[in-house]
């Protein structure tokens, strides 16, 4: 078997919170199993999986993220004691199953993490066999369902927040265009489910190989395409692969951003050298609540001495959910009913709320480029009763 790397240690800080962690609403949660009952007078052991010990570049960095970002959450809880219990993982499946055994053993009434959606997965399994939940901070929707919720970011919220968008400003016929790898089909199929659920047509979508010679030749058959009426283009490409050689010859063609809505499932907004690409201008994408976000890394930046890893704020919002149901005294706190209570809970981002499916909503605004500029054309929703949900 492999060997588990385990740092255990004791986290019970109470604090005026810098940051609000509370519920939005206070809807009880009704108590229909799916999760251990608490005592929430005394601390409640809670444990971090992280992928420390890794061989993979950035796995300990990001394991440390991860792991000062609980504890900032944990001093900004008000009247809720967490006992924090660390496992090193080594992102590895076999490993996470081990740990998460390992921590339900030891008393953990939930877990956070792992990362990585083969050990997130392997680590629910575990914990299903005590009837303990798992917040994961994958954004694989394929794991999640039964113990296991991720806290990722998903296309499909996403696609959700952007289709509606584009509904409410006229533009209700999208052609798709996406690469053929996994990333790019699922960033397709979100847009399609997307789509079908907030009353926008797909006028047709257009695939391409992740390579200069298959971006160049989608070009002809994407500027085809527009010409049946399509009003907005949905790109599920990346800054870091197929979109800047996209926004720069899809223009050249004649599909010209001013003539045809872009629409990016990505963030358009880094690196900030994109901001610059002339195709991106007047682009619309989704994004975290800027304001919240830079609280959160400002916090960070204040308490620990440098940034926060790009996903390291997940770990802050998975203490902020445990702490704000709690906080309520209730011994089913971590039940699944109570974990996907509607009003949702404030994390480093904005709003955001688990699914009974074990997927997530995240409450994003809608930006665009302007000069090279980024500015938020709709906020991003304080409420889940507010626009885009």
Not at 132 to 145: H, K, Q, R, Y
Not at 374 to 379: G, P, R
Request: with cysteine.
């Amino acid at each position: 078997m492999f060997a588990v790397f385990k740092r255990a240690r004791k986290a019970t800080l109470s604090a005026v919170a810098a940051i609000s962690t509370f519920a939005l609403a206070a809807c009880d949660p009704i108590a229909i199993g799916g999760g251990p009952t608490i005592n929430t007078s005394k601390p409640v052991p809670v444990a971090l999986l992280v992928p420390r010990g890794s061989a993979q570049s950035g796995d300990a960095v990001l394991a440390q993220s991860l792991e000062n970002a609980a504890r900032l959450a944990i001093a900004d809880l008000q009247g809720v004691q967490i006992d924090l219990r660390i496992y090193d993982t080594a992102g590895d499946p076999t490993r996470a199953a081990a740990a998460a055994t390992e921590a339900v053993n030891a008393g953990a009434r939930i877990i956070l993490g792992p990362v990585y959606a083969e050990a997130a997965n392997a680590a629910g399994i575990a914990a299903a066999q005590k009837g303990v939940n798992v917040l994961s901070f994958s954004n694989t929707t394929s794991i999640a369902g039964g113990n296991v919720f991720i806290l990722g970011p998903t296309f499909d919220n996403t696609a959700r927040r952007l289709t509606a968008y584009a509904r409410s400003q006229g533009k209700t016929n999208i052609l798709i265009a996406g690469g053929n790898n996994s990333a790019g089909q699922a960033g397709q199929a979100a847009i399609r489910n997307a789509a079908s659920q907030t009353g926008v047509n797909i006028a047709g979508s257009v695939g391409y190989e992740l390579s200069q010679k298959g971006v160049i030749n989608a070009i002809p058959q994407i500027r085809s395409a527009t010409s049946g009426g399509a009003d907005a283009l949905f790109l599920t490409a990346t800054t870091a692969g197929a979109l800047p050689l996209l926004t720069q010859l899809l223009p050249e063609a004649g599909v010209k951003p001013e003539d045809i809505q872009y629409i990016g499932l990505t963030r358009w907004d880094v690196p900030a050298q994109t901001l610059a690409l002339p195709g991106v201008q007047g682009s619309w994408f989704a994004m975290p609540d800027p304001g919240k976000a830079r609280g959160f890394r400002d916090r960070y930046e204040a308490t620990y001495g440098n940034a926060p890893h790009s996903i390291g704020g997940l770990a802050y919002d998975g203490i902020a959910a445990i702490g704000a149901l709690v906080g309520a005294g209730k011994s089913d706190a971590l039940t699944a009913a109570a974990l996907t209570q509607g009003a949702g809970f404030q994390g480093t981002s904005g709003i955001f709320r688990l699914r009974a499916d074990g997927t997530n909503d995240r409450g994003l605004a809608i930006a665009t480029i302007q000069e090279q500029k980024v500015v938020i054309l709709d906020a991003a929703p304080s409420s889940f009763s507010g626009a885009g949900f």
